[in-house]
């Protein structure tokens, strides 16, 4: 039940609001809309108000606009009209199509900041209950040459008195390239001035492991955790018998295996059960590569209270953060720094919204902005048959003055289409064998 809320939830709406962008655009340019439908498939009712079907179809998963004379092969889409009439879409000025192919994944790219918003209005902006923390050195990776020690408690960073976690994060990501931080230290009475580097690797833990216990939230099916049988609630006691307190400490342990299969202890409902993982290379966010195991971290979250438009301010920050996000891989898979084998298809992103319904509202809430996002940049790649694909030939019929011959314009669409179902299929493949994995 929570894949089929969390399917109409994420795709369902998100395509839905992609469409009413359409639609909008072209309604304000005088392009007539035969049909906009809620769902796919067979129509089950509706009403028609002027030259439009609104209707409900059998498939509620996102929808669709139909509009006047939008198929190249026959631009008078309507019995009675004449063939160029003025309210089909093929008749109007080359920057008006255009805007109306960029309105679906504009509007994909608005809606996370409202929806966001309305949620922080509501409930609060989430956030890392430690982040309210002060920050103090709890353990530290082998190898740390930051200076820290064991028991140091953080007094300042950057000029910041008595630093709280989530202060010591924004700290970091202020940082430029290669920058560092200016740290004082206070350990057993005695401060230290420290200054350190801050290099924005994968196992880097500045400040040493942070307060998370390492208790699993989202063990992924197919990955080498589920299939050693690793569980949501886990909590992880021991790598190869060293003894684990915190999630950061877990995952350093995981990238140091150089594929090795780890004997992981774990606590299930207060029984010992020990776990054979081998971790795989996989791309970590910086788009380094690493040994993974697919699983996540289960984090306290609480909620601050913010006015509207703070709320509105906030949500326009998350959605700018999933946006440079999105844009980032996009850019590792033009590189090959992440594999296109590390993408999902309607099978993982269905398995990902039941998780998300799964874990409450603020987390479904989180991955419809992040589906909208994705879609919505998606969406204006160049890529023919998409809109930025459209965009594209429209942009480049209007440097050359004319139109593309009819055969040009189709032949790019098949390309475009045979390319995408390529895509599609692979990716789709490769979620299904993530769900039958082998044990070898």
Known sequence: MNTIIGMVL??????LVHEWGHFIVARLFGVRVDVFSIGFGPRLFGVKRGATDWRVSALPLGGYVRMAGQDITDIDSGDQKPTGSPDELMSKKRWQRALISFAGPAVNLIFPVLLLGFYYVLAGEPYAAYFEKPVAVLGLSAGNSSGLEVGDKIVSIDGVKNPTW???YRAMEALPQNGSLKVQAEHDGTVRNLDIPVKRTPDEHVFGFSPVPPKVLQSIPGKPAAVAGMKDGDLITAVNGQKIDYWD???DAIHKSDGKTLQVQVSRNGQPVTLAVTPKIGAAQTGDKVYQIGV????????????????????YAKTSELVTDTLGVVAKLVTGKVSVKDLQ??????????EAVSLGPSATILFMALISVNLGILNLLPIPILDGGHILLLTLEGIRRRDFSLAFKERFIQVGLVFLLALFAYVMYNDVVRLFPTHS
């Open 166 to 168: 989530e202060q010591a």
């Open 345 to 354: 298809s309607v099978v993982g992103i269905s398995r990902a919204a039941g």
């Open 249 to 251: 400490q877990f995952v």
């Open 10 to 15: 994420a795709l369902g709406v998100i395509i």
């Open 296 to 315: 996540g971290p289960d984090i306290a979250i609480a909620h601050k209270s913010l006015g509207v438009a703070e709320s509105f301010k906030a949500g």
